[in-house]
């Protein structure tokens, strides 16, 4: 007797030792099925003892997340950080089928809160509650693990999908006490939003930014330090302006240049904006100017475009952004500790929307001063820049006028949608102008969507913005589209509609151009339809794109080499090659640098065409090398004020008779718009055939010259 009371005193503690080696560590945790939902305690009774337990898509809060501790001899508490409560199984029922298992507060000695964790595989459980004598486990009630919000029971064990649990380890560092939550854990240091010397704009990008930093942490992707600069410009240039009646005409700017004020709140990056870490876009590396002050959309494009093309792994860096998230409608002091309490920062605007910043707790220690932990890039509200992190009062809480806050975040990934945005050379059927994607569409239907602006739109306003185009006359058209992202290929569909240049947000009629961008991001080519029904084929290539800003480069002054060959057009667009009279001249000279930065191409276009008979039309499509960089010298970028210059809408004379075969035409001096040319020399009627089908430029309309003025460019040693 006394042999077998040895054996089974060993087998005893094999037993256990076998049991706590195959049992998880302490600590905090996921508890997930195999199809991803999670455990949680249900959101609107997690406070409460008898608190609803059930499954959810797995949401990173900290109702979803569990403290798993030692309650000795193999046995383990389960407690709810968000909740403070045990898993709990109902007394008297442990081993009856169907037995609720609940929150309740935390009773040591009572063993219906305490669980064993039968191993299935490597980290695969069965959780068995430790006072059922009949193996009654944790189960999904009717074996509904497809459905958030099915409750768990206690059922017999066997194994099956909707018993089997996976621990997956938290990496939340919430501080969590009945009068206590601070979330500051799950940010970046503060010193990572701090601003430089110098005060900037920015408190609303600081306080997004800081709430999805958190997020992602919180999902295990570590520390991340994401780009205040990036979102501040990038948001600037890809907003509308809310009411469309103060839109007059196609050029009247719609958007802002790359301010720092305002703009950047978690709507915006639930809309589809992307923010990549500060290390592809750093805080404060360019200077930056408000410009407030109504201007036209060309100063505001080149301002942006400038700027935003300097950054240099736009095309291939990771992207981080929201796919879901919250506004707290009715903000009281209730709402917002319920929301903290569930694990989300808060990003709040104040006074009028004059400041932000992100609420990352509360301290209800002391009733009689209640306060917000806040974290702000100025520090303290009303106070000086760069302090440290602070508070704010519970009697602040009437100053508040929003209150969002981050639910879900996108896999971090490439944006290849965002390579769309930039000025394109866009030559359709030999047709030519620049066309300029200076947003995103969609970005800004959340303003749309707004209550200001529905009563003052007459209705929600769906927004299909891209851009605009100015076409080979000089005339500004408005451009509305969609970008899709088509397995990794980019497709863009996009309007311009000649009749009606200014189309409203989302009006999408004219031309209908569905274009794909290259893998490199450089070119784009497709088709467009025109009114009639015809398909033509066209192209565009980026130009004007910028390298990134070094301190090396400097600003000189270049003379360029003036144009005196012949340039005629051999395109016969319409007609019979015959002027009846002098035609409509327009010309288009954009300057751009060479793909080597080592020279400047002056790309210029020239149409001439009739005005009456049958419309005869010329058009041609010229390169000419007009400026090269010293040897050891690269050209790193062209002013914004010099890229292009226009003959619009010049009426030539009539050439007069034929002198034998031809006459060689009027040569006339037309007046040129923008800084770069001083002068340009065409010939519009000659008194013949006045488009040849090649073979020189005689008796042919035609550019006979062009001059020059000195210009502006960015260059640096290489």
Same mark, same amino acid.
């Given at each position: ?26 600590? @905090? ?5 195999? #199809? ?100 009654? !486990? ?23 999908? %909707? ?93 802002? =240049? ?9 709507? +915006? ?31 505001? %494009? ?33 709402? +917002? ?131 605009? =185009? ?5 005339? !500004? ?80 002054? !270049?003379?360029? #080499? ?104 009027? !040569? ?43 210009? @502006? ?6």
């Amino acid at each position: 007797m006394k042999q077998n009371r040895i054996i089974t005193s060993i087998l005893a503690i094999l037993f256990f030792q076998l049991a706590t080696a195959q049992a998880p560590s302490a600590g @905090r945790y996921y508890i997930r099925l195999a #199809n991803g939902q999670a455990l949680e305690a249900e959101s609107s009774t997690y406070k409460n003892d008898g608190g609803k337990v059930q499954i959810w898509k797995q949401r990173f809060t900290l109702n979803q997340i569990w403290d798993i501790s030692s309650a000795g001899d193999g046995k383990f508490y389960i407690k709810n950080v968000g909740a403070g409560k045990n898993l709990d199984a109902h007394a008297g029922a442990v081993n009856t089928n169907g037995c609720k298992v609940q929150l309740w507060q935390v009773l040591p000695a009572n063993m219906n809160q305490k669980w064993i964790f039968q191993r299935v595989s490597a980290n695969r459980y069965t959780i068995r509650n430790a006072a059922s004598a009949t193996n009654k !486990v944790l189960d999904v009630t009717g074996a509904a693990i497809g459905s958030g919000g099915t409750p768990i029971q206690l059922w017999d064990g066997a194994n099956s999908a %909707n018993q089997v649990w996976t621990l997956e380890l938290s990496h939340d560092k919430s501080v969590i006490s009945p009068n206590v939550v601070d979330l500051r854990g799950n940010s970046t240091p503060y010193k990572n939003q701090t601003l430089p010397s110098g005060e900037r704009g920015g408190c609303t990008y600081f306080g997004s930014l800081s709430a999805l930093e958190a997020a992602y942490k919180k999902r295990g992707f570590g520390e991340l330090d994401l780009s205040e600069e990036f979102m501040a410009i990038t948001s600037k240039m890809f907003g509308l302006h809310p009411y469309w009646s103060d839109i007059k005409d196609a050029n009247v700017r719609e958007n802002q =240049f790359a301010g720092t004020q305002g703009g950047g709140s978690v709507a +915006l990056l639930a809309q589809g904006m992307r923010i990549p870490k500060e290390t592809a876009v750093g805080y404060g590396l360019y200077t930056i100017s408000e410009h407030w002050a109504v201007t036209d959309q060309l100063f505001t %494009n080149n301002n942006n475009f400038s700027v935003w093309n300097r950054f240099p792994q736009i095309a291939t860096t990771t992207y981080y952004g929201v796919s879901a998230y919250e506004n707290i409608p009715t903000i009281t002091a209730e709402n +917002l500790e319920r929301v903290l309490s569930l694990g989300h920062e808060i990003k709040i605007c104040i006074d009028n929307g004059a400041h932000c910043i992100m609420l990352a707790g509360f301290d209800k220690t002391n009733p009689a001063e209640k306060k917000f932990i806040i974290k702000d890039n100025y520090g303290p509200v009303g106070e000086a820049c760069n302090s440290n992190i602070q508070y704010l009062p519970y009697s602040a809480i009437s100053r508040l006028i929003s209150a969002e806050y981050i639910t879900d975040v996108r896999q971090p990934a490439t944006w290849k949608e965002v390579n769309v945005v930039g000025r394109w050379d866009l030559n359709y059927a030999g047709w030519t102008g620049i066309l300029e994607f200076y947003r995103l569409p969609g970005s800004m239907q959340f303003v749309l969507s707004g209550n200001e602006a529905k009563s003052r739109n007459g209705g929600v306003i769906t927004d299909r913005r891209l851009g605009t =185009f100015y076409d080979h006359t000089g005339k !500004v058209h408005r451009v509305n589209g969609k970008v899709n992202n088509i397995g990794g290929t980019i497709e863009i569909e996009f309007y311009i509609d000649g009749n009606k240049p200014n189309l409203r947000w989302d009006e999408m009629s004219g031309r209908r151009f569905t274009y794909r961008l290259s893998a490199d991001g450089n070119s784009m080519s497709g088709t467009h339809k025109d009114l009639d029904g015809r398909i033509y084929n066209g192209s565009a290539r980026r130009i004007n794109t910028n390298t990134p800003a070094s301190p090396a480069e400097r600003v000189e002054t !270049v003379t360029l #080499n003036n144009i005196t060959s012949e340039l005629c057009p051999t395109t016969l667009v319409a007609g019979d090659r015959d002027f009846n009279g002098g035609p409509v001249i327009n010309a288009t000279i954009l300057l751009e640098k060479t793909p080597d930065e080592k020279g400047i191409d002056a790309v210029i276009s020239y149409t001439a065409a009739e005005t009456g008979g049958d419309n005869t039309t010329a058009s041609g499509m010229f390169r000419q090398r007009v400026y090269t960089a010293a040897p050891g010298i690269r050209i790193a970028s062209i002013e914004a004020g010099f890229f292009q210059s226009k003959v619009v809408n010049f009426m030539g004379r009539g050439a007069g008779s034929e002198f034998g075969i031809c006459n060689e035409g009027r !040569v006339e001096t037309p007046p040129v718009s923008g800084s770069s040319v001083r002068e340009i020399v065409v010939v519009g009627d000659t008194g013949g055939n006045d488009v040849s089908a090649g073979g020189g430029c005689r008796c042919d309309t035609k550019i006979k010259s062009i001059k020059f003025n000195p210009i @502006r460019i960015r260059v640096a040693n290489r």
